[in-house]
C-alpha cells in the first residue's frame, strides 16, 4: 500500500465530484415557503374550477370531498363538462342541493381551442369570485382544509398560489418518484424566482388577471398544458406562493399505462414551448450530469486501483460510492417527508440512475407522435 501523487490527485477529484453531485441535486435544495402567516389579512371567496373531462366517474367520488371543506369565508364550485353527457347532468343532479354549485359546458367539438383549456375559460369566466382555484375531476383534496391553507398564502403581493399534487399511494412508486422530482424543480423556482409552470392540477390564480390578460391567448394551439401556461405566461418575480402544508395536497387517481405514456410525452412537447425554459433544462442537464460522472468515475477510480494496486484510491473510491448513494436516499426521504410520500429507499438509488433513459424514451416517443396530435390548428 502507497500514497503518490496520482493516488492524491484521483482521491481529490473523486471527493469533489461526490460532493458536487449531492448537492447539484433536486432534492439537496430547500424550497422556501413564509415563515410566519399576516393575520391581518382577510381570506377572500373562493372559486373552485373542476374539469370534469369525461372522467364523470371520478367526480362523483369527489365533489364531496370539495363540498365539505372548512372554508369560513365561503366558496363556491363550478363543474364544466361537456353538453349532452348525460351521466354528468346525473353526477350533477345528485347534489342538486348544494347552493354553492354551478355547472357550464362546452361543446362536443371545439375547433380553435382544445376542450381542456375552454373548459378552464369558461369555467374562470363563469366564477363569481376573483380567486380561483382549479383543478381536474381526478384529484381529491388530502383534507377538509385545503382550501384554508391554499387560502392563508394569499396576500397583496401574490397573485399565484402553487400546492403539491402526486398520485395517490396505489400508484407505481416510480411515477410518483418522477412526479416528486419534478415538483422540487419547480417549487423552488417558484419561491426563489418567478414560477415556470405547475406541480399539476392545484393552483390558485386571479380571474381578474386572467380575463385583463387575454386567458390563453398566445398559445391558443397547444392542445396541452391548461395549468402549465397560466403558471407561465402570469407569473411575476417573486408573486407566488408556495404551500407544503399537507392540508393543502391534492392526490390524483392511478392513470393507466396509456394514460401516463401520454402524461410524458405532452409534458415533452409543452415544456418546449414554454417561456424562461432555458435555465430549467440546464438545471435538469447539470444535475443529471454530475450523477452519471460521478458514478462513472467513482466505477472507473475502484477499477484503476484494482489494477495498479493503490488501495488507498480503492478506499476512497468505495466509501465515495457509500457516500453518494446514502446521501441522495437520504435526501430524497427528507422530501418525502415534507410531500407525504413513501418510497422505498433502496429503489431510490435505480429510479434516479434509471432517468436518462427514461427521458430518452419520452423524447423517442415524442419524436414518433404525430405532432397533429398537440395542435388545434390542423392543416
Known amino acids: 500500500m502507497f500514497i503518490d501523487n496520482i493516488t492524491i490527485i484521483i482521491s481529490i477529484i473523486v471527493l469533489l465530484l461526490t460532493i458536487a453531485s449531492v448537492v447539484a441535486n433536486p432534492f439537496f435544495r430547500s424550497i422556501k415557503t413564509k415563515s410566519t402567516k399576516d393575520t391581518t389579512i382577510e381570506l377572500p371567496p373562493l372559486t373552485v374550477v373542476v374539469l370534469s373531462q369525461n372522467n364523470v366517474e371520478a367526480l362523483d367520488k369527489h365533489l364531496p370531498l370539495i363540498f365539505s371543506q372548512d372554508y369560513a369565508p365561503g366558496f363556491e364550485v363550478v363543474v ?15 347534489y342538486a342541493d348544494n347552493k354553492n354549485l354551478y355547472a357550464t359546458y362546452i361543446p362536443k367539438r ?12 369558461l369555467g374562470i369566466k363563469a366564477a363569481h369570485n376573483d380567486w380561483i382555484i382549479m383543478l381536474n375531476a381526478s384529484c381529491a383534496p388530502a383534507s377538509d382544509k385545503w382550501l384554508q391553507t391554499i387560502a392563508e398564502s394569499i396576500d397583496s403581493n401574490t397573485n399565484i398560489v402553487l400546492g403539491y399534487s402526486n398520485y395517490k399511494d396505489d400508484v407505481k412508486p416510480y ?13 423552488r423556482t417558484a419561491a426563489h424566482g418567478i414560477a415556470y409552470r405547475s406541480t399539476g392540477a392545484n393552483i390558485a390564480f386571479r380571474r381578474s388577471e386572467f380575463i385583463s390578460g387575454d386567458g390563453y391567448r398566445g398559445n391558443l394551439q397547444h392542445v396541452y398544458g391548461e395549468y402549465d401556461f397560466i403558471i407561465n405566461k402570469f407569473a411575476r418575480p417573486y408573486s407566488t406562493a408556495i404551500t407544503l402544508l399537507p392540508d393543502s395536497f391534492v392526490h390524483n387517481d392511478c392513470p393507466t399505462k396509456k394514460t401516463w405514456t401520454e402524461y410524458c410525452i405532452a409534458n415533452s412537447h409543452v415544456g418546449r414551448h414554454l417561456e424562461r425554459k432555458a435555465l430549467m433544462h440546464l438545471s435538469y442537464i447539470t444535475d443529471a450530469l454530475f450523477m452519471y460522472i460521478n458514478y462513472a ?9 484494482v489494477l495498479t494496486g493503490r488501495w488507498i484510491a480503492l478506499a476512497v473510491a468505495a466509501l465515495c460510492l457509500i457516500a453518494t448513494i446514502a446521501l441522495r436516499i437520504f435526501f430524497v426521504k427528507r422530501k418525502c417527508n415534507i410531500f407525504s410520500e413513501h418510497l422505498s429507499a433502496w429503489s431510490i438509488p435505480f429510479y434516479e440512475l434509471s432517468l436518462l433513459w427514461f427521458y430518452i424514451l ?15 390548428h390542423k392543416i
Do not use: N, Q
Open 80 to 94: 364544466v363538462g361537456e353538453k349532452g353527457d348525460l351521466d354528468l347532468e346525473a353526477v350533477l343532479a345528485k
Open 110 to 121: 371545439s375547433l380553435f381551442m382544445s376542450k381542456p383549456k375552454l373548459s378552464a375559460s
Open 175 to 187: 411515477r410518483r418518484f418522477i412526479r416528486l422530482r419534478e415538483a422540487c424543480y419547480y417549487l
Open 297 to 305: 468515475v467513482i466505477i472507473t477510480t475502484g477499477v484503476f486501483a
Open 362 to 376: 419520452t423524447k423517442l416517443r415524442y419524436i414518433r407522435a404525430d405532432k397533429h396530435d398537440f395542435s388545434t
